[in-house]
């Protein structure tokens, strides 16, 4: 089940940059909620509150409860315009949901069985080709990440999305290649071993 996380707002009245300008200089972060067949909602977020729940693990993977004048909306973030000086949030982007909205998310990629794993035993190295993958699932059902299990690989091996379980009810956004997610590489000094063998044999 998708964590969801309640967010308290206010409603912004009006548009522009102007008006996005004195909400952020009254400490708080304009914000829109749209979607769903109803009309846009302008609202604004208090700033450090809204940061501190921006920088936790898996913001764009999290429903949110974004409750203005009483009235709750069930909302996913979609995007977020930041400062290219500061880094600061400046506005943010929520889609309203409902228990069938389908949509596509970047799930991130967490690896387990490292001690199964031979090669990174024998001191292999591994290589992350995809920190996130992309699906579709149900608002409802976004995973928190999705597993990749090293147990069993060995030294040169690649991993792609063919040997990983999806969570039920996901489906992949590629579809026509069998996509690399890891390779395990090997480690410098079997490297030398292997070319100082190569060069004997040759």
């Known amino acids: 089940m998708t964590q969801i996380i309640a967010l308290a707002a206010e409603a912004r009245n009006g548009a522009g940059k102007g008006t996005a300008r004195q909400t952020r200089r009254d400490g708080r972060i ?15 977020l208090e ?19 974004v409750t203005v004048d009483g ?51 024998r001191g292999g190295v591994l290589n992350i080709v995809r920190h996130e993958v992309e699906m579709h699932v149900r608002a409802n059902d976004i995973p928190e990440h999705l597993t990749v299990s090293l147990e069993g690989f060995d030294v040169g091996a690649s991993i792609h999305i063919s040997a990983v379980k999806l ?28 070319n100082a063998a190569a060069a004997a044999e040759a």
């Open 30 to 44: 304009p914000a829109v909620i749209y979607g769903n067949k109803e009309k846009p909602v302008t609202i604004s």
């Open 71 to 121: 009235v709750t909306t069930r909302t996913l973030p979609r995007d977020v315009q930041f400062d290219p000086v500061t880094d600061r949030p400046l506005h943010v982007d929520f889609l309203r949901v409902s228990d069938t909205t389908e949509i596509v998310v970047k799930v991130p990629v967490e690896f387990t069985g490292h001690d199964a794993s031979p090669g990174l035993k």
């Open 47 to 65: 700033a450090v509150t809204f940061t501190r729940v921006l920088h936790k693990p898996g913001f764009f993977t999290h429903l949110y409860d």
């Open 167 to 194: 969570p039920e009810g996901a489906r992949l956004v590629v579809t026509d290649r069998d996509f690399t997610v890891a390779t395990i590489a090997a480690p410098s000094g079997l490297k030398s071993e292997e």
